[in-house]
């Protein structure tokens, strides 16, 4: 099975800070990578899929790069609202589509 | 409107049995491929198994943790789909959340329905 380790598994920042979050993939996934965010009790959020291809409707302070084994998610400028959980999945080939562990994102 | 509900969490005995339901209703239900994720308190996500269309063989994919333990159907003429679990363990506690793959990602979600396992 593919794992994916994401890092950090935590980070603090503040309102309008830069923040970037790493996925990477134990072997190749070309760009079968997909983000999602997760508010504490609420179902994951589609942010990005594909690598880099924002979901409609999601803020485009948010971007997705990478391919092969290394992936980022980066908030350009972080808001209130983006206080919560992301985590990246593969999707390559044939199942497990195994999840990262997540990367809480709090409040400095 | 997409809607996704999870149903039949429950607390269960080490070694026993239980059948969540997920009812859908806002896209076509029998072209979709259903996922299960479940996450263990405090934990990531976990894929869990998924199970393909009727057009598509309805063939179904489990992780190893759960495979020979737990089965997914589906029943395209209510537009659900089911995981029957079996065998369960206290490592199975988590929240379970149904979700239906748009591509190669998930897009709709559930609420989650909580599933804990007692020793």
């Known amino acids: 099975d593919i794992q994916m380790t994401q890092s950090p598994s935590s980070l603090s920042a503040s309102v309008g800070d830069r923040v970037t979050i790493t996925c990477r993939a134990s072997q190749s996934i070309n760009s079968n990578l997909n983000w999602y965010q997760q508010k504490p009790g609420k179902a994951p959020k589609l942010l990005i899929y594909s690598a880099f291809t924002l979901q409609s409707g999601v803020p485009s302070r948010f971007s997705g790069s990478g391919s092969g084994t290394d992936f980022t998610l980066t908030i350009s400028s972080l808001q209130p609202e983006d206080f919560a959980t992301y985590s990246c999945q593969q999707t390559y080939s044939t199942p497990p589509w195994t999840f990262g562990q997540g990367t809480k994102v709090e409040i400095k | 409107e997409v809607q996704v509900v999870e149903s039949g969490g429950d607390l269960v005995k080490s070694g026993g049995s239980l059948r969540l339901s997920c009812a859908t209703s806002g896209f076509i239900f029998s072209n979709a491929w259903m996922s299960w994720v479940r996450q263990a308190p405090g934990k990531g996500l976990e894929w869990v198994g998924r199970?393909?269309?009727?057009?598509?063989?309805?063939?179904?994919d489990y992780a190893a943790p759960v495979k020979g333990r737990f089965t997914m159907s589906r029943d395209d003429s209510k537009s659900m789909v089911f995981l029957q679990m079996s065998s369960l363990k206290t490592e199975d506690t988590a929240v379970y959340y149904c979700t239906a793959e748009r591509g190669s990602y998930y897009l709709f979600w559930g609420q989650g329905t909580l599933v804990t396992v007692s020793s």
């Open positions: 199970i393909k269309s009727k057009a598509s063989g309805e063939t179904t």
